[in-house]
């Protein structure tokens, strides 16, 4: 069954004010992701990927096109509408010390959800116990949750986001080139976390990378991307 439907998805920006000239960063991108999978969509720098990536969470306009999610076309929903659906999907990031508050605890980030409500009413004690046992899913230690952003490393910190986004229990991932900014040596860990994530919680995920053999070994199809357009859609697996 499928989670995203994609259909002929545009995005024009446009430039100068009497001769305006228009930039197509997607042009035309028509795919489907099935509930469980994960969709690779790989490109260079400037290809677009990313923009995609943002328009299928709504954080930017589409120009014209279609987005279906869960059999629901939200290019129409509002945006009090869309803020019901936005805990159903989420986005990391390439630096995860720009998705975390940096007056916040870590603690306190994961814990946020909860003190929000998302999942009805949790006691202080209760929260304590799921921020804690989604520090240890995520291979943190206790003693983290007491730190800010700035005293953990940059893989700890997308540790810290992935536990945040559990908390928030999504079904659908956009992975924005997740290990980008992250030293060579923990890259490999964090790639390993989020495919054993996505497989203990059911999610459904669009990774997006420039680098294709990190997508060929996460995705299970692969979306060539080109100025804008998709090129080719193909099995991840070698034949």
């Keep these: 069954m499928r989670l995203i439907d994609v259909q002929d998805l545009k995005k024009h920006y446009s430039s100068g004010m009497i001769n305006k000239q228009y930039t197509r960063a997607v042009d035309g991108v028509s795919f489907f992701i099935e509930k469980g999978e994960t969709l690779g969509l790989v490109g260079e720098?400037?290809?677009?990927?990313?923009?995609?990536?943002?328009?299928?969470?709504?954080?930017?306009?589409?120009?014209?096109?279609?987005?279906?999610?869960?059999?629901?076309?939200?290019t129409g929903l509002s945006r009090k509408e869309m803020r019901k659906l936005r805990p159903r999907m989420q986005m990391i990031f390439q630096d995860p010390e720009s998705s975390l508050n940096p007056k916040m605890r870590i603690g306190e980030s994961i814990a946020e959800p909860f003190r929000l409500g998302l999942h009805g009413r949790m006691g202080k004690a209760e929260i304590k116990e799921r921020?804690?046992?989604?520090?240890?899913?995520v291979g943190l230690n206790p003693e983290h949750v007491n730190r800010f952003p700035y005293q953990l490393s940059g893989g700890q910190n997308?540790?810290?986001?992935?536990?945040?986004?559990?908390?928030?229990?999504?079904?659908?991932?956009?992975?924005?080139?997740?290990?980008?900014?992250?030293?060579?040596?923990?890259?490999?860990?964090?790639?390993?976390?989020?495919?054993?994530?996505?497989?203990?919680f059911g999610l459904t995920m669009l990774f997006i990378s420039h680098d294709l053999e990190v997508v060929r070994h996460m995705s299970d199809r692969i979306a060539m991307m080109d100025r804008g357009k998709i090129q080719r859609i193909e099995s991840a697996r070698r034949a």
């Design 45 to 74: 720098s400037g290809c677009g990927k990313t923009t995609v990536g943002r328009l299928l969470l709504r954080l930017i306009e589409p120009t014209s096109g279609k987005i279906f999610f869960d059999g629901v076309d939200i």
């Design 131 to 137: 921020v804690l046992e989604l520090v240890n899913i």
């Design 158 to 200: 997308q540790r810290v986001v992935l536990a945040r986004i559990l908390a928030i229990n999504p079904e659908f991932i956009v992975a924005d080139e997740p290990t980008a900014s992250l030293d060579i040596s923990v890259q490999a860990q964090i790639l390993r976390l989020i495919m054993d994530l996505k497989k203990d």
